[in-house]
């Protein structure tokens, strides 16, 4: 059964740093494009950033200047380095690993990220 399991959550002050890690057990096909999505309170899941297999990386507009996704194939992680943290990126943080033929993607649990002032 394919897993992923996130890591690094937690609150941060305003204008901190945290760091999103994700581990994705084996079945997650390499060429999957692994993201990190989140989720406010009252909100709709989201994208917040995604990488391709070959290291191409997407942001959501809000967060391009202060996220950074990573990916390593070999220990099969994705991380999130999130900076400057604003109130609004307080929420839910989800690791995906999207469809690609023959594997229908999987999701991890989610972790918490919380920033107050």
């Known amino acids: 059964q394919v897993q992923l399991v996130e890591s690094g959550g937690g609150s941060a002050h305003l204008g901190e740093s945290l760091r999103l890690s994700c581990v994705a057990s084996?079945?997650?096909?390499?060429?999957?494009?692994l993201a990190w999505y989140y989720q406010p309170p009252g909100g709709q899941r989201e994208m917040v950033a995604s990488?391709?297999?070959?290291?191409?990386?997407y942001y959501k507009e809000s967060v391009r200047d202060r996220f950074t996704i990573s990916r390593d194939t070999v220990r099969n992680t994705v991380d999130l380095q999130m900076n400057g943290l604003k109130f609004e990126d307080s929420g839910i943080y989800y690791c995906?690993?999207?469809?690609?033929?023959?594997?229908?993607?999987?999701w991890g649990k989610g972790i918490a990220v919380i920033v107050s002032s």
């Open positions: 084996e079945g997650v096909p390499e060429r999957s494009v």
């Open positions: 995906n690993a999207g469809m690609v033929h023959g594997f229908r993607g999987a």
């Open positions: 990488i391709t297999a070959s290291g191409r990386p």
